[in-house]
């Protein structure tokens, strides 16, 4: 079973740039899609980004696309969100996740493994 841990969240102005990190254990990493999900206060948990097993194909929810890029390095277990034009609508805990399909906007359900989430907070 592949364990994710985040990192890389904080406090940014607007305009800004954060890259988050997440380190997955276990050797079946390569073999999973890959993705990140946020939740906002008072909202549910949306999808923001999901990776093919190889890193070859991406797909982003309409409200980050062009702004944020997400990538993965197998050989280190590594996923990364870098994220570009920071708004403070994207102020949300950040969720890494694994075992996703390839699709648009998969739900919450649709995610086997999920990390404990990186709290990234963009001020006006």
Do not use: H
């Not at 206060?41 to 990776?51: D, M, S, T, Y």
Request: proline share 5%; with cysteine; aromatic share 12%.
């Amino acid at each position: 079973q592949v364990q994710l841990v985040e990192s890389g969240g904080g406090l940014v102005q607007a305009g800004g740039s954060l890259r988050l990190s997440c380190l997955a254990s276990g050797r079946t990493f390569s073999s999973y899609n890959m993705g990140w999900f946020r939740q906002a206060p008072g909202k549910e948990r949306e999808f923001v980004a999901v990776i093919t097993w190889s890193g070859g194909s991406a797909y982003y929810a309409d409200s980050v696309r062009g702004r944020f890029t997400i990538s993965r390095d197998n050989a280190k277990n590594m996923l990364y969100l870098q994220m570009n034009s920071l708004e403070p609508e994207d102020t949300a805990i950040y969720y890494c996740v694994a075992r996703l399909p390839y699709r648009p906007d998969p739900l919450p359900g649709n995610v086997g493994i999920w990390g404990q989430g990186t709290q990234v907070t963009v001020s006006s």
